[in-house]
């Protein structure tokens, strides 16, 4: 389908530019051409500067009791840029700008995406939707193009551009985009990359002198130094083809993702800090009181720490302040009383935090923190109220991540499911006899890795955290009547070969067994590890109700855990999945390399909550028919 894009009339934009031209006095275009700050206002501190020839000023000519004379309009006039073009490629989104000659850019990675500031071109008015998985939307005008990404992007992480000459010419910006993507500015351009971007590398770890701290100054972009100028028009070598190759990865196409990344050297990222005196089995309270009479004493800005993964913000509260915190879908909003603020705003703050604003409200004052990801009662942030370190501020710290899952226990009969009903021994086949025999619906449970094969290794090892999960789907699923099959019970693998060993695996969904599940941990390298957390299930068209497993098997995942929902993915084949003969699913079940997603897999409620989503999904699967040879029976769900 077509993206609807919408295009203002390129000669209304040009007529209101002809007009301004004209009724600008000489001495104005003198100042500007003796200006050259003011000419060209992105030397001096932009991203990835490209330097262009100068531009002549335009000049206005006659008097103003004459008319004008016609004005010839060059440069910023009379080219243009915009109109995109977009492909996928599994899970990369590439897309592909016509460079104009005279045209420069400066390009900026951050939280929401890559943002492209144009000089010596007009920039087409467009709004358009999704160009790709991912890329979210394309907007354009004022000078600017943004391409908005479902994930933060870092100086290497999660894109990747070059520029190169076409068979007609004319030179192109190419942009790849996706979660897997690593590069960032190509080699040919790094001496003349200078960049802003947000959460590019792990910040100062926040110390507790964040949290004890009495008072700060509002926390601003920190401004990058300003390299030497460098050489511009850089060469490139012409890819031989301008579409997305087929393979955009090095990932072998056999192997589940994050099989290829290596440990990390020197271990990985620290762990983000917990709130002190928190206790994670304890739902984070939405509500709370500090001690004392209330003043309506005006509150001093948040503080804000930064750990890599995780941001902690400080409200510093006066006795009698009463706060309620109210979780919803853009963030969090911090609603105060006995106290007064002055309204303010502070705008890209980090990746987990992208704004907060301070508004004053009768009898109090509320803050809104808008956060790159939906916050729930129990997932997306912590808050602790903490006693003052010194005076008589107490602080209420919060912590924000969209990796933060709900490591609450579960309750006893919360790990009890319902029954499940025998099936006919003859499934399938006529049956003779007068009365057939029944037994148990079989699953097939597939714990990666194991022996000599750690699988990802980082916060947890893969092989030893998925097997773990594995025993405590199998302990449901048997309590509630089914038959369940393990690839392997131990560490050991099943065959020393890998491809072996894989399908022997995808053996075990044979006929005769009705679902077949891969349980895996994820992992990215360094570089991009703080762009991968959260649950993702993997399906191959092997069978024609591989799709509806994988759906339910997230759903109940995340409805359990809170994880962050990284969604269905089918883009690669895998031999664990197309060798099976029956509806198959592979899940992710978080990432070992994340400094918060690696505590969720440390931590046995979460996998408890793990466990309990895959068996759910199973279930659900088993008893409404999205099984090979059709639904179980009719117990209830």
Known sequence: MKQKIILFSSALL????????????????????????????????????????????????????AAPAPINLTGVQNAAFGMPRSSQSGSVTRVVFDLPTGVSYTLTPTFTGLRLDIQGARVIPTVSGKLGDSVNEYRAGGGQATLVTPYPLSLTGGWKAAETTIGTGGRVLVLDFGASVTGGASAELSGQVRTVAQGTAPQTAVTQATVNQATVTPKSVPTPMTPAPVAVSPTLNPPAVLSVPRAVTTRPATTPPGDDVAPTPGGPLPPAPALPGANSETPSALSGQVAGTARGILLNPPRIGKNPGQTRVVLDLPPGTTYRIVPGGIGLRVELSGVSVIPMVAQNISPELRSWRAET?????????????????????????????SGDLSRLAIDLSPALADLTPLLPQQKLLAAVPAIPAARGTAILALSASY???????????????????G????????????????????????????????????????NTDLNLRAKAGTPGTQLFVSIHANAMDAR????????????????????????????????????????????????????????????????????????????????????LGIALGIREALVSGIVDGGAVGGAGK
């Open 528 to 611: 991009s590890a703080l762009l991968g957390y959260g649950i993702e299930t993997w399906w191959n068209p092997n069978h024609p109700l591989s799709s509806s497993l994988a759906a339910l098997l997230q759903t109940n995942m995340i409805n359990e855990t809170g994880a962050f929902s990284r969604g269905l993915k089918n883009s690669q084949s895998l031999a664990v999945l197309r060798g099976s003969r029956i509806p198959a699913a592979l899940i992710e079940i978080g990432y070992t390399s994340h400094p918060v997603d690696g505590l969720n897999l440390q931590d046995t409620n979460y996998r408890d909550r793990v466990a």
């Open 459 to 498: 916060a947890v090892v893969e092989k030893e955290i998925v097997l773990d999960v594995a025993l405590r789907v199998a302990a449901l699923l048997r309590a509630a009547g089914i038959d369940v099959a393990l690839t392997r019970d131990s560490d050991r693998a099943l065959d020393p070969v890998k």
């Open 361 to 389: 409200t009768p009898g109090g004052a509320t803050f809104t923190l808008l956060t790159a990801s939906p916050t729930t009662a129990r997932s997306g942030w912590r808050a602790q109220l903490l006693p003052p370190a």
């Open 14 to 65: 040009l007529g209101v530019a002809g007009a301004g031209l004209a009724q600008t006095g000489p001495a104005q275009m003198n100042s500007a051409q003796t200006n050259p700050a003011q000419a060209n206002p992105a030397q001096g501190g932009d991203p990835f500067l490209r330097g262009v020839p100068a531009q002549a000023a335009p000049v206005g000519v006659g008097t103003l009791n």
């Open 439 to 457: 037994v148990r619906p079989r699953v097939v449970l597939d714990p990666g890795h194991g022996g000599r094969d750690p699988g990802a290794v």
